[in-house]
């Protein structure tokens, strides 16, 4: 390896183009059928497996950034989807879905299964186990 920086074959890189790709492409029915953002979808599936989450919950688990996760908590309380309730210290805010919300994400998450099943149908059940192994890993030396 000569030490040039080819795009094509810069992991970091190619890994942004196909997390953006894959990602307009879901935001672009979610959008369209739903009226929410990448953010305030990842808030609603977050906080569904968790049952409650706070504000730092939500960050760590999305990777998201603190303004990012607020606009989406806040935009999904004004559509009734999320509620907040003071956490037990009373400066942490607890959020949950409503039971709009919970509805929603219950007609949500067989999309979101059927868009990844779609984006992976070229590839083999040993492709699909290694692909999700290599990405354990890679977030895994992305943390330490």
């Known amino acids: 390896m000569d030490g040039s920086l080819t795009l094509s074959g810069f992991m970091p890189y190619r890994l ?5 790709a894959v990602s307009g492409r879901i935001a672009d029915v979610y959008r369209a059928r739903f009226g929410l953002s990448i953010p305030e979808w990842r808030v609603i599936a977050v906080v569904a497996a968790q049952k409650t989450a706070t504000q730092a919950a939500l960050v760590h688990a999305t990777r998201m950034d603190r303004m990012t996760i607020s606009r989406a908590a806040t935009a999904l309380v004004a559509r009734g989807i999320l509620a907040r309730a003071t956490a037990g210290d009373r400066r942490t805010l607890q959020q949950s879905l409503t039971a709009a919300g919970a509805s929603l994400h219950a007609e ?5 299964l059927t868009m990844e099943e779609q984006l992976l149908q070229g590839f083999s059940p040993a492709e699909r186990q290694q ?4 990405l354990e890993r890679l977030e895994y030396c992305a943390n330490t």
């Open 16 to 20: 942004s183009v196909v997390s953006n």
């Open 108 to 112: 949500i998450a067989p999309l979101a």
């Open 131 to 134: 692909l999700l192994s290599l």
